[in-house]
């Protein structure tokens, strides 16, 4: 597919609906950069809580601090991670302290500004898959082709707590159910930025769908776009 002229992508959706897993195939065999923008909001929540001694976030203190936050994304033995001033957090990030507290964060429209323009950087040359919340709708509303995925809020905990399974920190099935409801209701609900679909975006409900039908499905409707392209 290198003959076509690139394009920028933009995958938004409910949180555990395989975004980030499925935008990371699509990047390989499309040959484009991949970015979650979830995982930007998640480092800065981490330099956020490391602001306070009793890891309290205080919006004031992070939108005075804002300037230093840097984040860069590296490639090593072909996976991707995140790295906030200079450090590894790929794994921190995905620990429920973090993941408790990003929405809270993810709704200062300061720290949404910051990040955006960041993420209006890597965009630049276009060949890009970003995944989050506000890709079609503020990032690239100019993207040629936007996802919009749904699914049941009780499959996608299941998703959840199965991924955790291997993980050091878990938490109860009720626990991650509880914690996805209060996301959702903080990602929908908020004035800056909610999540919503985006104009023309293609809506995928991903309840019944295996990763592999997701794949496939958002793969066909990105070629068709490319040939029009
Ligand atoms: O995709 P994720 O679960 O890793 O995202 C973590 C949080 O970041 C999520 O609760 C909402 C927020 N987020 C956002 O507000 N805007 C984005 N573009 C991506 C994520």
């Known amino acids: 597919m290198a003959k076509h002229q690139k394009i920028i992508i933009a995958i938004d959706g409910f949180a555990a609906t395989g975004k980030s897993s499925i935008a ?3 990047s390989n065999s499309l040959n484009y950069i991949h970015i979650d923008s979830g995982s930007m909001y998640r480092a800065a929540t981490l330099f956020a809580l490391r602001l306070d001694s009793k890891n309290k976030l205080n919006p004031k203190k992070i939108i005075q601090s804002l300037s230093e936050i840097k984040i860069e994304f590296k490639t ?4 991707q991670l995140i790295f906030l ?3 590894n957090v ?3 990030i995905r620990k429920p302290y973090v993941t408790n507290q990003v929405s809270k964060l ?5 720290l949404r500004s910051y990040l955006v323009k960041k993420q209006k950087e890597f965009g630049k040359n276009k060949g890009i898959i970003m995944d989050g919340r506000d890709i079609g709708t503020i990032v690239f509303p100019e993207a040629e082709c936007k996802f919009f995925l749904v699914a049941n809020v009780e499959v ?4 959840r707590y199965f991924e955790q399974q291997s993980k050091d920190n878990k938490e109860t099935y009720e626990k991650v159910l509880k914690s996805l409801i209060k996301r959702d209701k903080l990602d929908t609900d ?3 930025s909610p999540l919503m679909k985006a104009k023309g975006a293609l809506k995928i409900d991903v309840s019944d769908l295996t990763l592999d039908e997701v794949y496939d499905k958002m793969l066909s409707y990105i070629k068709k776009k490319l040939n029009k392209h």
Not at 76 to 79: L, R
Not at 106 to 110: C, D, G, L, V, Y
Not at 156 to 159: D, L, M, N, Q
Request: hydrophobic share 25%; glycine share 0%.
């Open 106 to 110: 993810a709704k200062i429209p300061e």
């Open 76 to 79: 090593i033995k072909e996976k």
């Open 156 to 159: 996608r905990a299941k998703r």
């Open 24 to 26: 990371k195939r699509l």
């Open 190 to 192: 908020r004035i800056s």
């Open 85 to 87: 001033n200079n450090e």
């Open 90 to 92: 790929s794994y921190e």
